[in-house]
């Protein structure tokens, strides 16, 4: 599902046969470990990972919270269509893991994260369920109105409301931004069917053995149209006939004022071409995307963080006469460019952004203004701190599943996802040591080398007595064979008339698993 703002590409989210999704399901775990010292327990819920459970996640012992006016309506699903949970932040008090849990014990828990890496899934202990106009939370006993909602008026209609209908036991509930405007009709009938679905959990909890599913979030489909769909959208297209009809029968009971912005595609032309979104998903994966202005950003993700650089390019502006001017132009383009990649390449973590140096303390919050602005839109939680004297920010963005460029690709077996291949001369020099080995182990006479043709051609032209000057160091019969089936910087020893392939006896542990 692609989703699309200004006529551009800003999320696109998958649901395939071999990716499944954990993120806002509901699971009966079995405490496998709990470990002071880091104030957490690691909960087995039937996947290949324990999941990782801290004692913030706990069920606090009191509420501290007060009625905020940021409430977070998606909390911990990072408002990803359908990804459930709807934990906001609170503050709260919880004892030591150690007094709550013990190995063995079983515990209801909601996914928030999916794996990444090698971690495995994260938990949480406050259950929440979304619907389409609110998020129930058992465990709470909170109000809220999503901060999107900025009439006081309303927000202060809808909390009493909600007051009106909840029951006496302590429940919470937040109220998501497509619920402005809701009827207490509306509002009843769906928390009613919150309701019955918690307690359905409860008691499938109380028969079964941990670990067990109690509860699955909803299809990525479903999930989205209820998260997202609204009368803010202009359309909702579609070119699958069987899926049409499922999202008409969605719409019709959940909202059938929206139906006539249900489009079904039938054109020739494939339905991400006729909107260019292929071309957009393409440039998720590239490192340089260009600005407007003439100017560009590079893309860097690392282990630790994502490193964004910002470059004027070809954009000059108005020249020697306000080179300020010209850097703000890109700088300001810049910022709205970097919170659209965000979201399409559904980064998380930290993100460092190395914007153009500006001297005027106004433009650097201009730009600052810029980008939370665009990071506003952004479902995920994201915060921007303020423009260093260097021109750096740095932004955090929700992490709840691996990045796009994780999810749809793999480390290059031939660089070892570096993304670098070591040049001509370098591989011309590990021949050399390679044959010095093999000559030293005094077990060869002849030697055969094969390398890419790019590397043959470099010894030919750069290094004319190459062999000359190996065959007298190493006194081995040596002869250069071109390979145009090997990579770039890779090479074969053989040896003798039979050539026998002898490559990995000479060349380090290290470097065979480079060639590999």
Request: hydrophobic residues 35%; aromatic residues 4%.
């Amino acid at each position: 599902m692609a989703l699309m703002e200004d006529d551009r590409l800003v999320e696109l989210m998958l649901d395939r046969p071999d990716q499944g999704r954990l993120v806002g399901d509901i699971h009966l775990g079995r405490v496998e470990a709990v470990l002071p010292g880091i104030q957490a327990a690691f909960v087995d819920i039937g996947t290949e990972k324990a999941g990782f459970l801290h004692v913030s996640d706990l069920v606090a012992d009191e509420d501290e919270s007060d009625d905020h006016e940021d409430d977070e309506e998606n909390g911990g699903n990072g408002g990803n269509g359908g990804n459930g949970g709807g934990r906001r932040r609170r503050r709260k008090r919880v004892s030591a893991i150690q007094d709550h849990l013990s190995r063995g014990d079983s515990i209801i828990v909601q996914v928030t994260k999916e794996p990444i890496g090698t971690k495995g899934p994260r938990l949480t202990a406050q259950v929440s369920l979304p619907g389409r106009f609110l998020v129930y939370m058992p465990h709470s006993s909170h109000i809220g109105v999503s901060r999107k909602i900025d009439q006081r008026d309303e927000r202060v209609r809808l909390r009493e409301l909600a007051r009106e209908i909840l029951p006496e036991e302590p429940v919470g509930l937040i109220i998501r931004t497509v619920g402005e405007e809701l009827n207490r009709k509306k509002f009843e009938r769906e928390f009613n069917r919150l309701h019955s679905i918690w307690g359905e959990i409860v008691e499938k909890a109380g028969r079964l053995e941990a670990p067990a599913l109690l509860h699955s979030e909803a299809r990525l489909i479903s999930g989205v149209l209820r998260d997202l769909f609204s009368d803010r959208f202009d359309a909702l297209i579609v070119d699958n006939l069987q899926v049409h009809a499922e999202v008409v029968d969605y719409v019709e009971n959940m909202d059938p004022d929206l139906l006539d912005r249900v489009k079904l595609y039938q054109e020739a032309t494939p339905l991400f071409d006729r909107y260019d979104i292929e071309d957009e998903i393409a440039e998720a994966f590239g490192r340089r995307v260009n600005l407007p202005s003439g100017g560009y950003i590079i893309v860097e993700p690392t282990e630790a963080l994502v490193s964004i650089d910002v470059n004027t390019g070809r954009f000059t502006g108005k020249g020697r006469k306000d080179p300020e001017e010209t850097i703000l132009r890109t700088n300001l383009d810049a910022a709205r460019e970097v919170a659209r990649q965000l979201r399409l390449r559904d980064v998380g973590g930290i993100v460092v952004a190395d914007f153009i140096d500006m001297e005027s303390q106004e433009n650097r919050d201009r730009v600052l203004q810029e980008l939370r602005t665009h990071l506003g839109r952004d479902r995920a939680r994201t915060k921007a701190f303020a423009v260093s004297e260097l021109g750096l920010v740095e932004m955090t963005r929700q992490r709840v599943r691996p990045p796009l460029f994780q999810t749809l690709t793999r480390s290059c077996e031939h660089c070892g996802g570096s993304g670098r291949i070591f040049t001509p001369p370098t591989v011309a020099r590990r021949v050399e040591r390679s044959l010095t080995r093999a000559a030293a182990s005094g077990e060869e006479r002849q030697v055969v080398i094969r390398m890419h043709p790019e590397v043959a051609l470099h010894i030919m032209e750069e290094e004319a007595d190459f062999l000359s000057r190996l065959r007298e160091r190493v006194s081995l019969r040596l002869e250069i064979q071109d390979d145009p089936l090997l990579r770039e910087d890779e090479f074969r020893l053989l040896s003798g008339p039979a050539e026998t392939d002898v490559t990995e006896r000479y060349v380090t542990r290290q470097k065979v698993r480079t060639l590999r």
